[in-house]
């Protein structure tokens, strides 16, 4: 049984674009779920929990790498500070904070600006440029993007309004942003025990925020329901979800990746589906069609260099 599941993990670690997929599927139950408690449990504290919850998780596993790799972590602990705190808590707080004010259209419509915020970042930081397939690709998912969130409707763009949690949300993608290139920079380290220091760096760096937050607020009070939501939250789209997004990025690099953002939205029209029993509308198939048509054109080039 352990040399299947070892044989499957490295498979499944050369899988590029499945595990980009998987991540974005995971990250897409978050953003909803996000939106559910963020005003039950103070931003700063819910990010720091679940950051916390997930370095806790991790260490048993990544124990005996970091105690290999803790010569390469002291020399690198600037860098992996900046890592921890722009891809895990440093992400999460604005977003977390903008999820208390803004409409759940706000939200998504400012999300598929990540692309091109990211391959913005990419040419200022590591000097990645952004091939035609994938600008291509790009526009032609965010337009079926807003195909789905109009409702096939363009009227309804002239109803939006924006508040200040746009601009939170805003601030936590030009953040993410920031970690997504920076990766290129991370040193050669085992991806458990990167993962593990980036998590642990990044609550630790926020604790103190957390503290002054709760004594403005009180502490939160957990049910059955509410504690299963944070342990989501640690498990899925911090541990797992992160790994599979650092492994992508190492593999395509952050601008391939970010090409495939829109598929967050093509995930969570389903979950909505599924689980709160929307039924699919014609504008859903046709925003669909062309979010993964773009996906298709902004994946083009990268498929064939590999097949070169």
Known sequence: MASVVGRFGGWLN????LLVCLTYLMWSLNIVLGRHIAGVIPPVSLSALRWGIAALVLLPFAWPHLKRDWPTIKMHMP?????????????????????QYTLAINGLLIQCTMPMV?????????????TRWQIAGIVTSFFGVLVILTRGD??????????RGDLWFLLAILIFALYSPLLRKRPAMHPLSFLAVTA????????????WELSQTGMPTFDAHRTAVVLYMAIFPSLL???????GVQLLGPNPVAALYPLIIVFGSVQAMLFLGEVPQWFHFVGTVFIVGGVLLATRMAAKKQIA
Do not use: E, K
């Open 200 to 211: 642990i760096a990044g609550t630790l760096i926020v604790v103190p925020l957390a503290g």
């Open 154 to 163: 363009p009227d309804v763009l002239h109803s939006i309004s924006f508040n």
């Open 79 to 99: 860098i992996l500070c900046l890592l921890g705190l722009t891809g895990t808590t440093g992400y999460a707080i604005p977003s977390y904070w903008g999820l």
């Open 14 to 17: 050369q899988q590029a674009y």
């Open 118 to 130: 990211i391959g913005l970042m990419s040419y200022l930081l590591v000097g990645d440029r952004l």
């Open 241 to 247: 979800a992160y790994l599979c997004y650092n492994r």
